[in-house]
Every structure is written in C-alpha cells, then in structure tokens.
C-alpha cells in the first residue's frame, strides 16, 4: 500500500520557483509578467500533482510569505483531499479558518510524518 502526499509550503528552491516563467517563456517586459508567468507554471504543477495525491500536508514555515500555501490548502479542501496542517504555535489565529476545515492539524513536520506512518500500521 503506498500513499502520495503533496506536500505545499515554503519552495525549497525559491529562485527557480520564481525563475520557472521566464525560464519556459523567455524574458518578460516587466517583473510583474515574470511573476504571473512563474505563478502560471507553478499553478499547472501544483494541480497536476495535487490531482495525483491522496492527500496534501500544508507547511506553514517561518521564512516567507504564506499566501501560496494557504491558496493551495484551500484548493485541496475544495478538491475533497484530506489535509494535514502544519503550522507553529505563532499562526494559531491567522491559520485559524484553514484549521477548522483541516482533516489534521499538527505544530511539526514530524508529528506531520508520524500521522503519515500510522496510516501503515
């Protein structure tokens, strides 16, 4: 039995998260169209992948801005994938909408990984 999680927070490899329209697209006039031309491919991967997943765990990190993942979390409660919440003491009530419709909420990646692990005992 295997399981596949999305898992949407803080991009690991910010500069390419950003760089990814330009990259496919080329060179846009102005940094407002390279960043909706980022957004765009980040958006196509982000469904594709999620429509792949069984269920999505939601990262709330501390280093950049949240809205993506809470746009994400909110897609993938509208979709009907159960969602794991993950977000420190310090975002109680700014997340606090997104955790009345999470299926889990957890403060660590590794509480997150042992919910994930009891789904195979």
């Known amino acids: 039995m295997g399981i596949n999680a999305h898992v949407v927070g803080p991009q690991e490899v910010h500069d390419r998260s ?3 329209g330009e ?3 080329g060179e846009q006039p102005a ?3 390279r960043d909706l031309m980022g957004a765009r491919v980040n958006t196509l991967r982000t469904r594709v992948l999620m429509q792949r997943a069984d269920l999505c765990v939601a990262y709330f990190g501390q280093k950049y801005k949240q ?3 809470a746009a994400d979390a909110g897609a993938a409660v509208a979709s ?3 969602l794991i ?3 420190s003491e310090n975002h109680i009530h700014a997340l606090k909408e997104i955790d009345a419709l999470a299926t889990l909420t957890v403060e ?4 997150a990984a042992q919910a994930l692990a009891y789904i195979f005992e």
């Open 23 to 25: 990259d496919i697209l």
């Open 108 to 111: 660590t990646l590794a509480q």
């Open 18 to 20: 950003d760089s990814v």
């Open 67 to 69: 809205w993506n993942t």
């Open 31 to 33: 940094p407002v169209y």
């Open 80 to 82: 009907g994938l159960p």
């Open 85 to 87: 919440l993950v977000r």
